[in-house]
């Protein structure tokens, strides 16, 4: 008998459908804005998740302790503090300690995989802190949430490895 691929301790891997039908697996995170969990990794405070906004806007300023990656699914978006503009199909490296203020143009959908190592820092224009989230804060927005939808609060524990 061959010896099995994945060790005993090791998590169970996660495959799920990243862009639901069911519009209660999307979490409100701010007017218009919601985020789509896909996993938390709270042994080394990361997470994966896509973000969608519907309607332009300036969502936030903030910065992260860690790396953060992004690639465009859908739509288009931009920091104030840079010259590019992130489309469908562009990959986004945010290094660790850059302030950046995320702001969508348009009122077209805009949804995007970002991979967030760390928290999300927020900021004022003077960079004064304002507030934060971490894995475990996104962990309990997703434990109301489904909770609210009537999919109960232990739903997002799929996404917990």
């Not at 434990?143 to 232990?154: F, K, M, N, P, Q």
Request: glycine share 8%; charged share 20%; hydrophobic share 40%.
């Amino acid at each position: 008998m061959p010896a099995p691929s994945v060790h005993p301790l090791a998590p169970s891997e996660l495959v799920v459908t990243a862009i639901p039908e069911d519009e209660r697996l999307w979490v409100l995170q701010a007017p218009n804005v919601w985020f789509r969990p896909l996993m938390f990794n709270t042994l080394q405070g990361q997470w994966c998740n896509l973000l969608r906004v519907r309607r332009a806007g300036v969502l936030s300023r903030h910065r992260h302790p860690g790396p953060v990656h992004g690639y465009v699914i859908k739509g288009t978006w931009r920091y104030l503090e840079h010259d590019w503009l992130a489309t469908a199909g562009s990959y986004v490296f945010e290094p660790p300690g850059e302030t950046h203020t995320l702001t969508v143009d348009s009122d077209d959908e805009m949804i995007t995989f970002f991979n967030v190592s760390g928290c999300m820092y927020y900021v004022d224009e003077e960079g004064r802190h304002t507030g934060f989230e971490d894995v475990f804060s996104k962990i309990d927005m997703c434990a109301v949430h489904y909770e609210s939808v009537g999919l109960g609060a232990d739903f997002v524990k799929q996404f917990i490895r």
